[in-house]
């Protein structure tokens, strides 16, 4: 949650910078927990999660 507070605090100040890359967020906060985990201060699939 602090990530993303801080990554809006950064939108609001200066939005420009962030227009271009809105797209690439194509996942909610949830769908992104249940896919991924942070190992090591790095983003890894679950291990759990098919690729069906």
């Given at each position: 949650r602090?990530?993303?507070a801080l990554l809006e605090l950064s939108i609001?100040?200066?939005p420009?910078?962030?227009l271009w890359t809105h797209n690439?967020?194509?996942r909610t906060r949830?769908?992104?927990d249940s896919r991924f985990?942070?190992?090591e201060g790095k983003v890894v699939p679950r291990?759990?999660?098919s690729n069906a």
């Open positions: 602090r990530y993303f609001r100040r200066d420009q910078c962030y690439r967020w194509k949830e769908e992104f985990e942070i190992k291990k759990n999660i």
